[in-house]
């Protein structure tokens, strides 16, 4: 097909660039330069697209980014993306879209029932229909509504299209580039500034690419095109077209969405489909230009009825004519600068419809005092029908009718912050209020200088005023500087079907319904009707919807106010925000010095925070975890077992107060320690409740190492710091992490020392490095290196240490050195069972609620000094003698199952809530045992040991009978870990 | 003199380097690497030996670029000191004999994946990372950031095409991937 509403000359397209692409299954052509919209319209298309809810047929209402109607679904498979705007999407080679929502074809949409019972369908439609009868709701209703709703479809497939995050700096941000934003870049790129201009379009220049006056002597694309080579020659400016800024944050941040592949049929390899910025800018200059408004009359949202100003785009910077034969309908003088335009293009002026009485008259095109109170035409405007001021009516044959209900500046980024914008009588629109973001200055349309000689000379006071610049500034051209003849009027009155927001189908008449049922405030207008929302936000139709509020709520615009303006801009894809995080890389790994050695083992991971630890090690055979855990348990207690331990958090505490920095972080004492001695610690919060444990070893008199456990190395880092610095800021004290800079392994088990001992340079004999001691030492030969003897598993233990680079080698050598000794790696299953025999506090118990006194370990709590939640651990009604206590757990029947979370009752009686005596923390199968074991919180339980009570678990089906025990399954006495 | 061999934070027995066609990656495995924190009352005997050691106490982002040895600020009088470990695997040790009792020292080798990116395109990769100015810095800035969710540190070198970047060595793998990548996204 060829192009046939495609001027012959003109436009700013690449007319050697042929590009082929199709719409709905049928092939066109267009150029590079193009969008969608533009080459459909080139090509004689102007049905795009079903509305929302009644599925009426819509076409183009812009030429830009507010557009509302022209959505449609672009490219396939994978990467099809829904809702996206024809009047943005630059046209590229085997582009592929369709038009969407609809049940058919678009010309026969099946859905568009739907309009004929319009009378039924108007706002609160579902608030007020589907209240009866409430069984219908989730299964009739909902599902039918679900189907019927929405825009456009997903393609439910994973995006294969990767995105960036990006980050800028610059001494002055600009956002738009129009001609006020052109200046104002101007002005200070040759400052020598470090300048960002950014603008959403893929062609800078804003309306000087669509408008047909002269800047000087030059056409005021050619003073755009002009103006942006020469800022891309400056090093200190640069230049981001394709970039919508999307919102104004805190401290001068600005998000901005680059467009870096959208215009190619996929990205090219390894590189983003788009890039999500952050710029940080000292200032900010907003040129976002301005939005011409519709105006509301019956049947406004036929296709070729579209704003005035996008007819002048389309036909100036596209060189199209969106139908041969064009009405204007307009309240201002832009509108007849449409029909000079569009004439000069040898396109037929039907008439301009001026609701002025003092429209100015012409020459070359009838002018009619009047309104257009009607159209025709199925899928597409055929005919308007006029209602003159000398009362009679007239009908108009035309295929496109241009609204110019005046221009609304773009404010939305004024506003990002809380900002209100302020009403301005001339212009009938609101322009910003006093209160920016910080550092920003507005300036051109946006600021409601509608000139293009106000624009200019606007962008170039901007710059200096942002900069503190003093001069003249660049020369700059002589441009237009018409002014604004402006009669406010929103709608058409006696209309019944106007639309105000094309994309929600709201009209007039929703609006007075909001009114009368008591939806008057802007906001639940909003709500109640749909007005502004979706894609477009109401760019074209919240000034329309709240004028008309304001009429009959019988206030001023201004009373009525706008709804908040919030970020993003434009619609934005989620995959933007999520940027490289996503899958895989959703957040970073962190990898023990003995994972590459445990994968050649195959061992089983499990994420702990972002640490990938073994949680066992399968061998050939083993068709269950069970089986394996089970073994390196056995292993483990009966002769060596060796378990990374690097993920535990470790605390380098040095200073001259380093003990009594101690002795206030945990309850209990540490003042006194020895040096080469470690000690078991508890640490509390300031109200009294436990919040981590573990150890300090001291290696000199000003130096110990705190260890925390893997999930609070770093809450209890920060709690540290927040001690030091805060609560004590006058201790000699020092803290730095540690936690990656040495490998460190647990080696357990009746063997453990004689493995060792083939490893260690030193004496590590009982006598000489007894249970709980520490030290620096070396290891095969003379690295430096850390011992402790301390245990988790209850078994003779110790932790090992190396500088994390030898990691590797070391649990290898471990390995070879512990083979006679058979010795086992263990994952992190096998040492939780090990734990849990021992009778072990870890995460499960110390779960924010406990106290020391519920763990047993109500003693630890030094009276002779005061720590961190020593005096709130004591408070009125903290501890009771029948609160809960850590106890032991085991089923009467060793063949029954303990699961965590399940609930201690009496054996008889009623299962509630009311008689629950207290639960299960952490539950594992004993390999030594032989059966199930669990530790726990019972009521005064310490006091019941052997006493029967039944288990229970509602939510599993679970009904156990147990016996109370310690909590020391295996060693009481602790005669192992000391041997 | 011990046998085991150490491993690069990327897992290898050398060092990993990657070339694109505007920066190269190489992962630094030879740095010694110890934190110095000044004790309280004793900061100006430690800012002395800063002195001796460095030339002068860098300051909050600063970095000084000495050799053999270079340090850089990483919070209030806190510093993080690097050398050759060839020659000073044990900087630890030497940097307690040298400060005494004027500061704690803490062996911080391990802690740490040292990475130089150098090239061209080096600032263009480091805008799809992080968000410290890394195009303004200068020849002996040194910034805390943030690149993947990882705390970093980034040093700008005395060449313009050369940053350093040190970041935990746990996920050493996760930020090689991201700088990878980013280097890739901007070839």
């Known amino acids: ?230 800022l891309a020659s400056l090093p200190n400016v640069r230049l981001m077209a394709r970039t919508t800024v999307i919102g104004a944050f805190d401290h001068g941040i600005y998000g901005a969405v680059e467009r870096v592949s959208d215009h190619l049929r996929e990205p090219q390899p390894d590189k983003p489909r788009q890039i999500l910025w952050r710029i940080y800018t000292k200032r900010t200059i907003l040129a976002a230009g301005a939005t011409e408004r519709p105006i509301a009359f019956d049947n406004n949202d036929r296709p070729g009825i579209m704003l005035a100003s996008a007819l002048r785009t389309y036909a100036n910077r596209f060189a199209v004519a969106a139908d041969k034969r064009v009405a204007i309908f307009t309240n201002n003088d832009d509108g007849h600068r449409t029909a000079t335009d569009l004439q000069a293009q040898g396109i037929k002026i039907a008439a301009v419809v001026d609701v002025r009485a003092d429209a100015p008259r012409s020459a070359d095109y009838e002018v009619l005092h009047g309104e257009v109170v009607d159209t025709k035409g199925r899928l597409g405007l055929t005919f308007a029908e006029l209602k003159l001021t000398d009362g009679s009516s007239r009908t108009l044959e035309c295929g496109a009718l241009g609204m110019s209900g005046g221009w609304n500046p773009n404010v939305h980024m004024t506003c990002h912050q809380r900002g209100r914008p302020t009403w301005n009588a001339d212009l009938a629109a609101f322009v910003p209020g006093e209160a920016l973001p910080a550092g920003m200055t507005v300036a051109g349309a946006a600021l409601g200088d509608l000139s293009t000689a106000g624009a200019l000379s606007g962008g170039v006071k901007a710059a200096q005023s942002a900069l503190d610049l003093s001069g003249q500034g660049p020369d700059l051209p002589q441009a237009e500087d018409a002014p604004i003849n402006i009669k406010p009027f929103w709608y058409v009155e006696g209309c019944s079907r106007a639309w105000l927001d094309p994309q929600n189908d709201v009209t007039v008449k929703d609006v007075k319904l909001s009114h009368q049922e008591g939806f008057r405030s802007v906001e639940h207008l909003k709500r109640y009707t749909t007005l502004g929302m979706a894609t477009d936000q109401g760019k074209t139709s919240n000034m329309g919807g709240l004028a008309i509020m304001a009429e009959f709520a019988g206030k001023t615009i201004p009373e009525v106010g706008t709804t908040i303006f919030r970020p993003p801009y434009t619609p934005t894809a989620i995959g933007a925000f999520g940027g490289r995080h996503r899958g895989q890389e959703f957040h970073p790994k962190r990898l023990t010095p003995s994972h590459a050695w445990a994968e050649e083992r195959g061992a089983v991971f499990v994420e702990a925070g972002n640490w990938l630890r073994a949680q066992w090690f399968p061998l050939p055979g083993e068709t269950t975890w069970r089986e394996s855990v089970d073994r390196e348990v056995l292993a483990t207690r009966g002769s060596a077992g060796v378990c990374d ?201 110390l779960n924010g609620t406990t106290t020391a006194q519920n763990l047993g370990m109500g003693r630890m709590v030094s009276k002779k000094k005061d720590s961190i939640g020593s005096v709130l651990s004591e408070r009125e009604g903290l501890n009771t003698d029948t609160d809960l206590r850590q106890i032991g757990i085991k089923p009467v029947d060793p063949s029954a199952s303990v699961p965590a979370g399940a609930h201690l009752m009496k054996l008889t009686g009623p299962i509630s809530a009311a008689e629950d005596q207290g639960y299960v923390t952490s539950a594992c199968y004993s390999p030594n045992l032989g059966h199930a074991i669990a530790l726990g919180f019972l009521q005064n339980g310490s006091e019941r040991m052997g006493e029967r009570i039944r288990l229970v678990s509602p939510l599993t089906g679970v009904e156990t009978e147990v016996e109370i025990v310690s909590a020391h399954f295996i060693d009481p006495e602790g005669d192992r870990l000391r041997a | 003199m011990h046998d085991l061999i150490p491993s690069t934070a990327l897992g290898g027995s050398t060092p990993r380097t990657d070339t694109f066609p505007h920066v190269t990656l190489s992962e630094n495995d030879g740095l010694a690497l110890a934190s110095v924190a000044a004790r309280l009352g004793r900061e100006a005997d430690c800012h002395g030996h800063l002195s001796a050691l460095l030339g002068r106490v860098p300051g909050p982002g600063q970095a000084v670029l000495r050799d053999p040895e270079a340090g850089f600020w990483m919070g209030p009088e806190q510093w993080m000191i690097g050398a050759p470990s060839a020659s000073q695997e044990l900087l630890a040790e030497d940097l307690k004999a040298r400060f005494g009792d004027s500061a704690s020292i803490t062996e911080q080798s391990g802690g740490w994946v040292c990475f130089d990116l150098i090239g061209p395109g080096m600032v263009d990769v480091m805008e799809r990372l992080c968000a410290a100015p890394v195009r303004r810095m200068q020849a002996g800035d040194a910034q805390r950031t943030v690149i993947h969710q990882l705390g970093c540190f980034v040093i700008r070198r005395e060449d313009p095409n050369h940053l350093r970047i040190l970041g935990p060595r746990a996920s050493a793998g996760t930020l090689h991937h991201a700088l990878v990548t980013a280097a890739r996204a901007t070839a």
């Open chain 1, 645 to 845: 331990v690097t993920t535990l958090g470790k605390v380098d505490v040095q200073g001259t107060d380093a003990a009594e920095f101690l002795n206030k972080i945990y309850c209990n004492g540490f003042a006194k320690l020895a040096v080469g001695k470690t000690r078991y610690g508890l640490m509390l919060r300031e109200d009294g409740i436990a919040m981590d444990d573990g150890t300090a070893a001291r290696l000199a008199d000003d130096h110990f190492v705190v260890t925390t456990t893997t999930a609070n190395a770093l809450p209890v880092y920060r709690h540290m710091e927040f001690v030091r610095q805060c609560l004590f800021p006058d201790m000699d004290v020092q803290l730095i992490s540690t936690t990656e800079a040495w490998a460190q392994y647990a080696v357990a088990g009746p063997n453990s020392r004689k493995v060792l001992e083939k490893i260690v340079d030193q004496d590590i004999s009982d006598e000489a490095f007894p249970f709980m001691a520490c030290a620096n030492i070396t290891v095969c030969g003379g690295l430096r290196a850390r011992l402790f003897r301390i245990s988790f598993s209850g078994e003779l233990a110790y932790e090992i240490a190396v500088p994390t680079a030898y990691g590797d080698a070391l649990i290898r050598r471990i390995m070879d050195e512990g083979a006679e000794f058979d010795i086992t790696p263990y994952g992190t299953e096998a040492l939780g069972v090990m734990r849990i025999e021992k009778g072990h506090a870890a995460g499960n118990e």
């Open chain 1, 1 to 230: 097909m060829t192009q046939k509403n495609r001027f012959e000359t003109g436009g700013q397209i690449d007319r050697e660039s042929l590009h082929k692409f199709t719409f709905d299954g049928k092939s066109y052509t267009g150029h590079a330069g193009d969008t969608l919209a533009s080459a459909l319209l080139a090509n004689g298309v102007r049905l795009m697209g079903r509305s929302f809810k009644y599925h009426r047929p819509r076409g183009v209402l812009t030429a830009g980014s507010e557009e509302p109607n022209a959505l449609v679904e672009l490219r396939g498979g994978a990467r099809q993306e829904p809702n996206t705007r024809a009047t943005t999407i630059e046209l590229y080679d085997r582009l592929f879209a369709k038009s969407q929502n609809r049940l058919g074809s678009l010309k026969f949409d099946l859905l568009a029932i739907n309009d004929r019972l319009s009378n039924f369908l108007t706002a609160g439609f579902y608030y007020k229909t589907f209240m009866w009868p409430a069984a219908f709701w989730e299964k009739l209703y909902e599902p039918i509504i679900r189907h019927a709703a929405g825009l456009g479809s997903l393609s439910l497939k994973e995006d294969p299209d990767v995105y960036d995050k990006g980050f800028l700096h610059c001494d002055l941000l600009i956002i738009g580039a129009g001609p006020s934003g052109l200046a104002a870049a101007l002005t200070a790129g040759r400052a020598g500034a470090d300048v960002i201009l950014a603008d959403e379009d893929f062609r800078m220049g804003g309306r000087l690419n669509s408008e047909s006056y002269a800047l000087g002597d030059m056409s005021g694309a050619d003073w755009a095109a002009a103006t942006v080579a020469e």
